[in-house]
């Protein structure tokens, strides 16, 4: 398998995927590559370096997910990433929110391959970890298939392997980034072309995938797939990623419970040296989705994870409520 190394990812979501959340998503699955939130050149090069590239050694393999379309900045902040220890650096080409738009980051950059080949080059030059890029079939009233191929065959020259591919089109104009995920129709087939016709490369299929057997299903054509909020909101989900798309034979927790309990000692550690533990246990809420217990264990950790002070023993109580 010449991919593997992209097989099963999980996406960067602005305001989810943390360094808190992936510590949790890496208890479930060891094999999955982690994504960071997109982070700015311009937030790297002037703002707080730790706060945005700070990560447990446990998340590995981790990449960093990049906004930005200045050669020069994205050089930089690529040497960056090589520097703290990530495993790959991620040109985003494919979020379509306005704020992201008015400063030639994301999507918007489809309209522009060349200048996409241009910063993937200065990328490469000034790191030696792999450089790769996320991107939309299409934005607007680009030509499905044809357009895609040419952004992608122009990128690829420039030495990209690997692009991870949003099977909708953008709508820069008319939609919401959440209508974005969700009204443009899905074209899975446009994605397999795109791996049939350019076999060489590493194509990784994301958007609309909510289950491993899709999974299993999709990567019989293509190299890899990328799981965003399904995973977020079933967490559970990526206990069994690791048997089933990796062939593990063993590992996994055999129940939820056992799951939440792992995360003790990383809650201790992290409170003690001044997180907040809501800004943990969040990411935990969905993982006992449909058990018995799961209201009273939500509703105990946003009353009381949220106050001043708040511990282990806050979420202690919560699994307690499950307990009985």
Same mark, same amino acid.
């Given at each position: 398998?010449?991919?593997?190394?992209?097989?099963?990812c999980?996406?960067?979501?602005?305001?989810?995927?943390?360094?808190?959340?992936?510590?949790?998503?890496?208890?479930?699955?060891?094999?999955a590559?982690?994504?960071?939130?997109?982070?700015?050149?311009?937030?790297? &090069?002037?703002?707080?370096?730790? +706060?945005?590239?700070?990560f447990?050694?446990?998340?590995?393999?981790?990449?960093?997910?990049? =906004?930005?379309?200045?050669p020069?900045?994205?050089?930089?902040?690529?040497?960056?990433?090589?520097?703290?220890?990530?495993?790959?650096?991620?040109?985003?080409?494919?979020?379509?929110?306005?704020?992201?738009?008015?400063?030639?980051?994301?999507?918007?950059?489809?309209?522009?391959?060349?200048?996409?080949?241009?910063?993937?080059?200065?990328?490469?030059?000034?790191c030696?970890?792999?450089?790769?890029?996320?991107?939309?079939?299409? &934005?607007?009233?680009?030509?499905?298939?044809?357009?895609?191929?040419?952004?992608?065959?122009?990128?690829?020259?420039?030495?990209?392997?690997?692009?991870?591919?949003?099977?909708?089109?953008?709508?820069?104009?008319?939609?919401?980034?959440?209508?974005?995920?969700?009204?443009?129709?899905?074209?899975?087939?446009?994605?397999f072309?795109?791996?049939?016709?350019?076999? +060489?490369?590493?194509?990784?299929?994301?958007? =609309?995938?909510?289950?491993?057997?899709?999974?299993?299903?999709?990567?019989?054509?293509?190299? =890899?797939?990328?799981?965003?909020?399904?995973?977020?909101?079933?967490?559970?989900?990526?206990?069994?990623?690791?048997?089933?798309?990796?062939?593990?034979?063993?590992g996994?927790?055999?129940?939820?419970?056992?799951?939440?309990?792992?995360?003790?000692?990383?809650?201790?550690?992290?409170?003690?040296?001044?997180?907040?533990?809501?800004? &943990?246990?969040?990411?935990?809420?969905?993982?006992?989705?449909?058990?018995?217990?799961?209201?009273?264990?939500?509703?105990?950790?946003?009353?009381?994870?949220?106050?001043?002070?708040? =511990?282990?023993?806050?979420?202690?109580?919560?699994?307690?409520?499950?307990?009985?």
């Open positions: 398998m010449p991919f593997r190394s992209h097989r099963f999980l996406a960067p979501m602005m305001d989810w995927s943390d360094r808190h959340c992936r510590y949790f998503w890496r208890l479930l699955t060891k094999e590559r982690l994504y960071t939130e997109m982070v700015t050149t311009g937030a790297l &090069i002037h703002g707080d370096q730790k +706060q945005h590239l700070l447990n050694d446990e998340e590995k393999p981790l990449a960093l997910q990049l =906004g930005g379309s200045e020069a900045a994205l050089a930089q902040c690529a040497q960056l990433a090589e520097a703290w220890g990530y495993d790959e650096v991620n040109l985003n080409c494919g979020c379509p929110s306005d704020r992201v738009q008015s400063g030639k980051i994301g999507a918007v950059l489809m309209a522009e391959p060349e200048l996409v080949a241009e910063c993937v080059a200065a990328m490469m030059t000034s030696a970890i792999p450089v790769t890029v996320k991107h939309r079939i299409g &934005i607007d009233d680009m030509e499905d298939y044809e357009d895609m191929r040419h952004f992608v065959s122009t990128v690829a020259n420039a030495g990209c392997e690997t692009f991870i591919v949003h099977a909708r089109k953008a709508w820069l104009k008319g939609l919401s980034p959440k209508e974005n995920r969700e009204v443009p129709p899905l074209k899975y087939e446009l994605i072309q795109l791996k049939k016709e350019f076999p +060489q490369l590493n194509i990784v299929i994301n958007g =609309g995938i909510t289950t491993l057997e899709q999974c299993q299903s999709l990567l019989e054509t293509v190299d =890899g797939v990328m799981i965003g909020r399904e995973a977020y909101h079933n967490p559970w989900l990526l206990n069994a990623v690791d048997e089933q798309l990796f062939g593990a034979t063993q996994g927790f055999a129940e939820r419970l056992a799951a939440a309990d792992a995360l003790s000692d990383y809650i201790e550690v992290e409170t003690r040296a001044g997180a907040r533990l809501h800004h &943990i246990t969040r990411h935990v809420l969905g993982l006992f989705n449909g058990q018995k217990g799961a209201r009273l264990f939500r509703r105990h950790l946003s009353e009381n994870a949220t106050r001043p002070g708040a =511990g282990l023993s806050v979420f202690k109580d919560a699994l307690a409520l499950l307990r009985h």
